[in-house]
């Protein structure tokens, strides 16, 4: 979000579903947000498999939490995608890159952490520009 972060969560072994997405992602992290917000909230997801779930549904439901339209595979648009791509080329380029699982865990929060947040500002604060930008080209890639 903008100006703040939560910690980096990992998942622990096994696939995300939506129940774990739900009580990992959802209620620690998104609930609390909300209530920190209020109205003005505004939650941005990226469509995967277990954010569509009914699990997921009823409970941003339930929790009165306003979901963005968000059209599936529109890479180019979302920030998160680009804060993705920042922490690979972080972690390619460190002289010694994570061996295993616990040093790439490691590695990546050492990243998160000082990645700085006026990266993720920007990118959150010029979807407006990609989003009229992606209209302009009717969906075709864009340059930023």
């Known amino acids: 979000m ?31 947000f909300r209530g ?4 003005q909230f505004l939650f941005m997801d990226e469509n995967a498999p277990c954010h569509r779930t009914v699990a997921a549904e009823q409970l941003l439901d339930s ?7 968000w059209p599936a595979r529109s890479p180019d648009l979302n920030p998160i995608e680009h804060v993705w791509d920042f922490l690979g080329r972080r972690l390619a380029a460190r002289t010694l890159p994570p061996v295993t699982i616990r040093k790439l ?20 604060l ?6 009229e930008i992606c209209l ?3 969906g075709d890639h864009i340059l930023y």
């Open 2 to 32: 903008l100006g703040s972060r939560t910690d980096l969560h990992i998942f622990d072994a096994g696939s995300v579903n939506g129940t774990r997405y739900c009580n990992e992602i959802l209620l620690p992290y998104v609930r609390l």
């Open 36 to 39: 920190a917000m209020g109205l």
């Open 63 to 69: 929790e009165d939490i306003e979901r963005m339209d």
């Open 105 to 124: 865990r490691l590695a990546l929060q050492d990243e998160w952490a000082a990645m700085p947040q006026q990266l993720i500002d920007t990118l959150i």
């Open 126 to 131: 010029s979807m407006g520009r990609r989003c």
């Open 136 to 138: 302009a080209v009717r």
